[in-house]
Structure formats: C-alpha cells, structure tokens
C-alpha cells in the first residue's frame, strides 16, 4: 500500500481525490433512492451534488485530505465514495456505494485502508463514524476492524488502535 492519500492502492481498490469529472457518478450514487434510506433530506440533489463535488476539490487543496472517489482497479468503474474528513480534531469516516457494490466488502476494504494510513500519519487524531441510529448498513462492513480495536458505537477509536492494512 503506498502512503500518497490522494491516491491510495489496495488489492482491488483506488482510492483517489474527488474530481470535478467524478460528479456524473456523484450524482448517480447520492441522489440514488435505494443509498440515501436514512438521509434525513432523502437523495441529495444534483446541485447538492455539484457543490460538494466543487467543495472537496476546495478541501483537497486547503486541507490534503477529503472523502476518495472509491474506484475498481480492475474495471476503472467508480463503486462509491468514502474515506476520512478532518472535522474539529476528529477524521470522520464515510462512506456510500452504488447498490451493485454492496455485499462484496468494499468498504471494509476502504475503511481498512483509511485506518492503516491515519495511524502511520494522524494517530492523535479519533476516527469516528457519524450516523443515524436507523442506519444499521454502516456498521456492519466495518465489524471486523471495530472488534479488533474493541471499539464501539458510544466510543471513538483512535487510528492506532484500529486494525492497519496487512
């Protein structure tokens, strides 16, 4: 695994920075129905998209660090969106894939590759998952790497104590 963040390999998986060409996708996976179930709004908006689409490339550049476009390394295809955000001392964990991507542990994958990279390069700083009580789906995919950490939904984990890429 190399350690660029803008652009990190795992086994089937590019994470990559967000770009303004990635926002037909965003459109497709965040104003998608079936993934924003428990979005208080319901499926963002195509100028929702298009502004955070423009907002993370804003983040990348202030800050080095945004939610990755999640992409097949085999197919080129986009499954998703997710990673780490700095958020008040904090890097927030997200993620969302197109339904065809469910079940096939991508963001487990993602989520190990995020944790292995904050602990080599931000450990003081707690991942953290915001979600709604409703939305059980988000848990699950990151079971094995909160068990390991003895982490849980009531207490952040520190990065260093989560599971890091093999």
């Known amino acids: 695994m190399e350690d660029d963040v ?13 770009l303004d060409g990635d926002l ?3 459109r497709e ?21 298009a502004d955070r689409v423009s907002e993370s490339g804003h983040r990348w550049d202030d800050v080095g660090l945004d939610y990755w476009t999640v992409v097949e390394r085999l197919t080129g295809d986009i499954l998703g969106f997710g990673g780490l955000r700095p958020d ?16 096939y542990g991508y963001a487990y994958e ?3 590759a995020a944790l292995g990279w904050s602990a080599r390069h931000r450990p ?3 991942v953290v998952i915001r979600t709604q009580p409703a939305n059980s789906a988000a848990l699950p995919p990151l079971s094995p790497l909160r068990a390991s950490a003895g982490c849980s939904t009531r207490s952040p984990c520190r990065p260093s104590s989560w599971s890091s890429p093999a």
């Open 88 to 103: 008040n001392g904090e890097l927030n964990m997200y993620f969302r894939f197109r339904p065809s991507a469910w079940g």
């Open 24 to 26: 037909a996708a965003y």
């Open 110 to 112: 993602m989520a190990r």
């Open 29 to 49: 996976v965040h104003g998608d129905p079936a993934t924003s179930t428990c979005r208080r709004a319901g499926a963002a908006t195509p100028q929702e998209c």
């Open 6 to 18: 803008s652009a990190l390999r795992t086994e089937r998986l590019l994470l990559r920075c967000t």
């Open 124 to 126: 003081d700083e707690p």
